[in-house]
């Protein structure tokens, strides 16, 4: 079993930052890869970017390039997404997922509102 709880959420103005973490307990933490996903009002789930598990290889959503970066603290167990530039289009909740097993996303944290005022 993996938890993993998101923090850092928050309401920001347009053109403003805002840096999430996701911590993981439960299993070792640098054996698997993660990602992040949003989903806004009304819209179904959507990825936002992964990391491997080394931290080596990060991948990122068409809209949000340039503007987050993933990056992870295996000492710390954490997983973070730095968002800079902030688009009320990216409103939503955001969700951090680790890819234990096989190719899928097994566990999700309960995610954290990022709300971005125009």
């Known amino acids: 079993q993996v938890q993993l709880v998101e923090s850092g959420g928050g309401l920001v103005q347009a053109g403003g930052s805002l840096r999430l973490s996701c911590t993981a307990s439960?299993?070792?933490?640098?054996?698997?890869?993660m990602g992040w996903f949003r989903q806004a009002p009304g819209k179904e789930r959507e990825f936002v970017g992964g990391?491997?598990?080394?931290?080596?290889?990060?991948y990122y959503e068409d809209s949000v390039k340039g503007r987050f970066t993933i990056s992870r603290g295996n000492a710390k167990n954490t997983v973070y997404l730095q968002m800079n530039s902030l688009k009320p289009e990216d409103t939503a909740v955001y969700y951090c997922?680790?890819?234990?097993?096989?190719?899928?996303?097994?566990?999700w944290g309960q995610g954290t509102q990022v709300t971005v005022s125009s």
């Open positions: 990391i491997t598990w080394s931290g080596d290889n990060t």
């Open positions: 439960g299993r070792t933490f640098s054996n698997y890869a």
């Open positions: 997922a680790a890819q234990v097993t096989g190719p899928t996303y097994n566990y």
